[in-house]
């Protein structure tokens, strides 16, 4: 049997700094066979040091060596096993995108270059866009967020932005509450209260769904800015009255914001713009390539209907067209992509320069290599593998909701609790065998 990747036995490595001894160098020079100059002579004074590197390790060549070779061997890879993190493993994580991420051309293009010398770069971002635009359904797209919390709250915030337009101050500040489910992600909540809105929760009917009763009773105070609905739920489950949803949500003057993280289960089959949805962001790290786990970086992008497109982040890639307002045929042919800062409704920025780039990359390089069709097969390919779970795990483990699962699972330890057995002895055992996450997202304890 393989067994899993354990802590290396070096995790007490010191820090560099620590293994400093005063006198010890990394580099040895041969003697001088030429006349000293004086400094000043060779490096300006402006340019000179004074400090003498203070708090620069004294080091020797082999500490550096073996130091840095020894943090090097934790990294996980995927040459030592699977990307952990439960749902977000159902995709696949091509080693061709790690390779166009290195292309030097854009991994070494300074943030800062001037436009006209990073024409391939932006046409990298504008491109991904019509894509993730094609594929959401939703027109309006910033990449900027540098993960999916991070896409939340930018798409609560352009709600917010659209509201305030649209209801001005007085009519705006009476709109303060955000809907979330309680089979929402976690971090929904979080994105709603750090946008100023005051969380309230809709209760979860006996199928693991949004109960549309509650939620149509929470619309009827005239107070709801919008709802945030995570699809397939956190339960794994397809909202499928989201149509619906949506309907109730409008009529009550709200937007409907969706955590698209879950991506994976519908892609290329059913896009969030034709049901209705207004906001959405999306985890390139988890449904277009990109390893996600361990802490990042990731990217969220956030897409959105025409109506929202003028509250989206600045700067917004845009192709000029000849004809297209403020065109200028003497550069704009040589150089039509541009990061346009004119859209005075905008929220603004949220992020140094255009996002965490190489996640573009990485998804733009999975899109293209999969192909419409591809990409379907890879969403079917996820529902399949979650329902595979399923049918290997029914006869164990009690699973709360009878609905067929979309991208992940969940079932609940009531037969083991009921023999004492640990919950987290049933989640690693599941992490072994499975390949799940060391996160427990699969069981939850004492669910009823
Ligand atoms: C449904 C859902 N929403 C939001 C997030 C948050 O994404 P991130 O961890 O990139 O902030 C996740 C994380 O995977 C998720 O699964």
Known sequence: MISKVTTHISHNEQLIFERSQPGRAGFSLPPLDV???????????????????????EVTEVDVVRHFTRMSSWNYSIDQGMYPLGSCTMKYNSRLNEKVARIAGFANLHPLAAEAESQGALQVIYELQQHLAEITGLP??????????????????????????????EGSAKRRVMLIPDSAHGTNPASAHLSGFTVKTIRSTNEGLTDLDHLRELCAHGDVAG?????????????????????????????????????????GIARPGDMG?????LNLHKTFSTPHGGGGPGSGPCCCTKDLEPFLPVPRIVR?????????????????????FDYPQSIGRVKAFFGNYGMMLR??????????????????????????????LTS??????????MHEVVFTDKRQARRSQWEDRNSISLSTRCAQSPAKPSIIPNWF
């Not at 900027?144 to 991070?150: D, E, L, M, N």
């Not at 004809?323 to 541009?338: H, V, Y």
């Open 35 to 57: 006349g000293e100059s004086p400094l000043d002579e060779i490096i300006p004074s402006q340019f000179q040091r004074e400090d003498d590197l203070a708090g620069v390790p």
């Open 140 to 169: 309006g797209i910033s990449l900027q967020p540098a993960a999916g919390a991070h896409g939340e709250m930018t798409g609560i915030l352009i709600i917010r932005g659209f509201i305030d337009a649209r209801d001005g101050k």
């Open 227 to 267: 709802l945030m609905l995570t699809n397939p739920n956190t339960l794994g489950l397809f909202e499928r009255n989201i149509k619906e949803i949506c309907r109730i949500v409008h009529d009550a003057g709200g937007l409907v914001y969706m955590d698209g993280a879950n991506m994976n289960a519908l892609v």
């Open 277 to 281: 949805v207004d906001v959405i962001h």
């Open 320 to 340: 000029t067209q000849s004809g297209s307002d403020g065109f200028d045929s003497a550069t704009d042919n040589a150089a039509p992509f541009k990061a346009n």
């Open 363 to 392: 998804a733009l390089a999975y899109i293209l290599t999969h192909g419409y069709d591809g990409l379907r097969e890879a969403t079917e390919a996820a529902v399949l593998n979650a329902r595979y779970i399923t049918h290997g």
């Open 396 to 405: 164990d483990y009690e699973k709360p909701f009878a609905a067929p699962p």
